[in-house]
């Protein structure tokens, strides 16, 4: 069975102030009693000592004097005194001469008074009390005549809870009633910041990701708290790029439906009319010229998301070398050669930058995007300039163009899947629109960042900022 925490902290306190009580009490009274028979053996051996001075000074052979003297001093100090002889019999008693005679020689205390010291010892009477003996020798002359023997009853522990157990069992009870009020009291205040760190964990896991707790109550409830508190940040923080992933994909499929619909329905179109026949022969070859373009589309979208795939899924690490900037631009610029000049651009790179780790395909294959992507918005020609520099840690690689630019709200979603920042870009002579964000991927992989912006004097700077090599 399964109690809270509370009830544990209720039955804990109980049971430790009952205990405490207990042991406590009991520790008490025996120190209580031990000090009750101290006072009782000081005045009971006084009184043995007095005894045996008097039975000294009259001798044993007068009992009946001795007797009176004995009697009329116990009524004074509440006691029993018995002289005996050297062989340990009664010969006077305070209480009268029903005890003369009875012999008290076996009692350890009375074998250490007849050899000459002082015997005192402590037994349960008959009745259950607590009665103590004192045993003093009689001396006349150096030898021990007999013995001045006192005794008295006083309360045990055991006497003492029999006589009062009823007031005992009310005083129990009574304070029981009061420990299991300040133990309800001390549980519901250690309990309250544990009842809220519960219900504040249920509230989260009912789905309210926004719940948090208070940190309160002792060093350990808080230190959970504030660990609560720290999971469930990081907890949102997950859910919410769940879900920004999940819309991305979303976004994604309905995209990637979008693009091949236009391709597949050009393709579609034109084999059927072809299918239907009579074609002047100058259409048929525009039909077939149409479906050879448009699966040309298809393919080149293909090959872009199955790059940007490669490149975003890839788990493992890159195989990073070390990278001359320049060389890598060079190569890209070497690669395109055939398609710039066809668009009458030129391409310029100047300055120098530092070495970077990475992989150099990867990294060509960022410079060739970004030039081919500068050269095909230079319809009436002009220069691409790729500059080459440092910025403090970083190495830089811009690339400057002449074109028309980009409009400033166009500017943050260019890197954006199948985001087209001139809307009358024809998607049969355009790209998709994964050429950016796959330069972008590339980057992030290398633990770069990549910058659009318009240039003052006309054209776009796209700048690529990359960790650099201490050389």
């Given at each position: 069975m399964h109690t809270s925490i509370r009830t544990r902290l209720l039955l804990s306190l109980l049971v430790v102030a009952m205990t405490s009580a207990g042991v406590l009490s009991w520790y008490f009274m025996r120190e209580l009693e031990a000090y009750g028979l101290r006072k009782l053996e000081e005045r009971l051996g006084s009184e043995a000592r007095l005894v045996a001075a008097i039975a000294a000074s009259t001798g044993l052979r007068d009992s009946g004097h001795l007797g009176a003297a004995l009697e009329d001093a116990a009524l004074d100090v509440n006691s029993r005194l018995i002289v005996l002889d050297e062989t340990g019999r009664a010969v006077a008693d305070s209480i009268g001469k029903t005890g003369l005679g009875k012999d008290y020689s076996s009692r350890p205390e009375i074998e250490r008074a007849l050899a000459g010291g002082y015997g005192a010892h402590t037994r349960l009477s008959p009745a259950g009390r607590l009665a103590l003996y004192v045993a003093y020798p009689v001396q006349r002359d150096g030898a021990v005549i007999g013995v001045a023997y006192s005794s008295a009853q006083t309360f045990s522990i055991i006497t003492l809870l029999r006589d009062y157990r009823a007031r005992l069992g009310s005083f129990v009870a009574l304070f029981a009633a009061v420990t299991l009020l300040i133990a309800e009291l001390l549980a519901r205040w250690l309990?309250?910041?544990?009842?809220r760190l519960e219900a504040g964990a249920a509230a989260f896991a009912s789905g309210d990701h926004s719940a948090r707790v208070r940190p309160a109550g002792s060093r350990e409830t808080r230190a959970v708290g504030e660990a609560f508190n720290t999971m469930a940040d990081e907890v949102g923080r997950v859910v919410a790029e769940l879900k920004n992933e999940e819309r991305r994909k979303s976004q994604f499929v309905s995209d990637v439906s979008h693009e091949l619909r236009s391709p597949l329905t050009a393709i579609r179109g034109t084999a059927e009319t072809l299918l239907e026949g009579d074609v002047p022969d100058e259409d048929e070859r525009r039909f077939l010229a149409t479906i050879v373009r448009e699966s040309e589309r298809l393919a080149r979208l293909a090959e872009d998301l199955l790059a940007l795939q490669r490149i975003e899924g890839a788990t493992g690490e890159l195989p990073i070398r070390r990278i001359d900037l320049r060389a890598v631009t060079q190569g890209a610029a070497d690669s395109l050669e055939h398609f710039t000049s066809q668009r009458s651009v030129r391409v310029e790179i100047v300055g120098d930058a530092p070495a970077v780790l990475g992989d150099p395909d990867r990294l060509q294959q960022v410079v060739a995007n970004l030039l081919d992507n500068a050269s095909r918005h230079m319809s009436g020609g002009g220069?691409?300039?790729?500059?080459?520099?440092?910025?403090?840690?970083?190495?830089?690689?811009?690339?400057?163009?002449?074109?028309p630019g980009i409009d400033e709200d166009a500017l943050p979603h260019v890197f954006d899947r199948f985001y087209r920042a001139q809307t009358s870009r024809d998607r049969s002579t355009g790209g998709a629109g994964l050429g950016l964000a796959i330069v972008r991927a590339i980057v992030d992989r290398h633990a770069g960042e990549i910058t659009a912006v318009n240039r003052p004097e006309g054209g776009t700077r796209f700048t690529v900022r990359l960790p650099a090599l201490r050389s």
């Open positions: 309990s309250r910041p544990l009842r220069t691409v300039t790729i500059e080459l520099g440092r910025d403090e840690t970083y190495a830089l690689l811009s690339v400057l163009d002449e074109g």
